[in-house]
C-alpha cells in the first residue's frame, strides 16, 4: 500500500539504538546502519509502506505526513 500524503522520512538519531529492525524490514533497500545508528540511503526509493515505523521498538523512525504542495 503507498500512502501518497506522506512526504518525507525522520528520524530521531537520540533515540535510535542501532538494532537494525527497520533496515530488515525496509523492501526497498531505503535505510542502512552508519556508526550504530539507521541513516536513509535513498528516500526516492522509499514507497512509504511504513514498515520502518511500525517495527522500530523505539518509535526512532517515522514518515512525516503532510500536502507535497504546502
Known sequence: MIVD????I????DWCKGCGICVRFCPK???ELKNGIVN????SACIKCKLCELRCPDYAIF???GDING
Open 29 to 31: 533497500n531505503v535505510l
Open 40 to 43: 536513509i540511503k535513498d528516500e
Open 5 to 8: 500524503n506522506i512526504i518525507k
Open 10 to 13: 525522520n528520524i530521531n538519531k
Open 63 to 65: 514518515l512525516e505526513k
